[in-house]
């Protein structure tokens, strides 16, 4: 797949099938969105452009006083998944507050001509541009204007939900990893670098891996207590995450990621890691003694081990 960046070269050619978003997550809904294009793209020996944005623009455009979006796929993240799909171009355009401002048409039109298009393809409530301007009535105004034909694809339903990015950070916020893996179409995961923590799992007999994540607009998800997968130095490792505030320990101000991995022993200090969320275990909890916890623990190993069987 060929990525480029705002004003980079692109190649113009009227054979192309387009569609514009965010694509945030690259999840099912998406998915739909994408594999229609690449079958009449296909049928019609068409190229297969998708154009998105970077920032994403709700964090450009947050209000004060407002958290901006959590996001569930960095931009690198977003273009691997979107190459995965079958996408032939991807052009990121850096989103401004400046840009923002641009009107939907003025856009379109500047889009079209800067990169050709016979096919044009939106999601069933995706609107885009000034105001939100561009939407299918403005597409369908525009197409016998500019040579191209819209096609609205339908929404995406799992388990009588719509599947939307929304609604998958909705989920994970709840600890609902399992749903948001339905709608994403893959475990939610997270990357991040291996820091030094207190060295408190160490001495336990526990060793633990804290993650910091490498985007500080990540979506981390509820606090608890997950059966997690990574692949560390070639191999598939499975562990335990806890993520929260450690309130049998501290005084639960900072919410932290640790991994502690049921068979691995290696040093992973300064390395990144990819952690995949494949079940929620429970919810974080304050222990009134250490054996209590260490006893808790020993139950949710026991969980894994019988989850892992179960998956493997």
Same mark, same amino acid.
């Given at each position: ?9 692109? $190649?113009?050619d ?5 569609? @514009?978003?965010?694509?945030?997550? %690259? ?12 079958? %009449? ?6 190229? =297969? ?23 569930? $796929? ?16 991807? %052009? ?15 856009? @379109? /039109? ?7 298009? +016979? ?12 105001d939100?301007?561009?939407n ?7 197409? &016998? ?7 609205? @694809?339908? &929404? ?8 939307? !990015?929304?609604?998958?950070?909705q989920?994970l ?7 948001? #893996? /339905?709608?994403?179409g +893959?475990?939610? !995961?997270i !990357?991040?670098?291996? @820091?030094r923590?207190d ?8 060793? $633990? ?28 490792v ?9 309130? =049998? ?5 900072? =919410?932290?990621i ?23 275990? +429970? #919810?974080?909890? +304050? ?22 069987? !179960?998956?493997?």
């Amino acid at each position: 797949m060929t990525i480029i960046r705002d004003n980079d070269a692109v $190649t113009f050619d009227e054979r192309t099938a387009i569609t @514009v978003g965010t694509f945030d997550g %690259v999840h099912c809904g998406h998915q739909g969105i994408l594999h229609r294009m690449r079958s %009449v793209a296909d049928a019609h020996g068409e190229r =297969t452009v998708v154009v998105t944005f970077d920032p994403h623009p709700q964090i450009v455009l947050a209000k004060a006083g407002r958290e901006p979006v959590e996001l569930l $796929t960095t931009i690198d993240e977003r273009c691997a998944l979107l190459a995965a799909q079958g996408v032939d171009v991807t %052009v990121i355009v850096t989103f401004t507050k400046e840009f923002a401002a641009t009107e939907a048409e003025t856009f @379109v /039109r500047e889009l079209i001509a800067r990169i050709g298009a +016979r096919h044009f393809f939106i999601g069933h409530d995706h609107m885009f541009g000034k105001d939100r301007g561009g939407n299918e009535e403005l597409l369908k105004r525009l197409g &016998p204007q500019l040579g191209f034909e819209l096609e609205t @694809v339908g &929404p995406l339903d799992c388990n009588g939900i719509t599947v939307s !990015s929304t609604k998958i950070r909705q989920a994970l916020k709840g600890g609902e990893v399992e749903a948001a #893996h /339905r709608m994403l179409g +893959r475990p939610y !995961s997270i !990357s991040g670098t291996v @820091v030094r923590g207190d060295g408190r799992g160490a001495k336990l007999g526990i060793p $633990t891996a804290n993650i910091e994540p490498s985007d500080m607009h990540r979506l981390i998800p509820g606090n608890g207590v997950y059966l997690v997968r990574s692949t560390l130095q070639g191999t598939q490792v499975w562990g335990m995450a806890n993520i929260g505030r450690r309130p =049998t320990f501290t005084d639960g101000r900072t =919410t932290t990621i640790e991994v502690h991995y049921l068979d691995f022993d290696g040093m992973l200090y300064d390395q990144t890691v990819t952690i995949e969320f494949m079940n929620f275990i +429970r #919810h974080e909890q +304050r222990f009134e003694s250490i054996d209590m916890f260490l006893s808790q623990l020993r139950e949710d190993r026991m969980e894994c081990l019988e989850l892992i069987a !179960s998956i493997t």
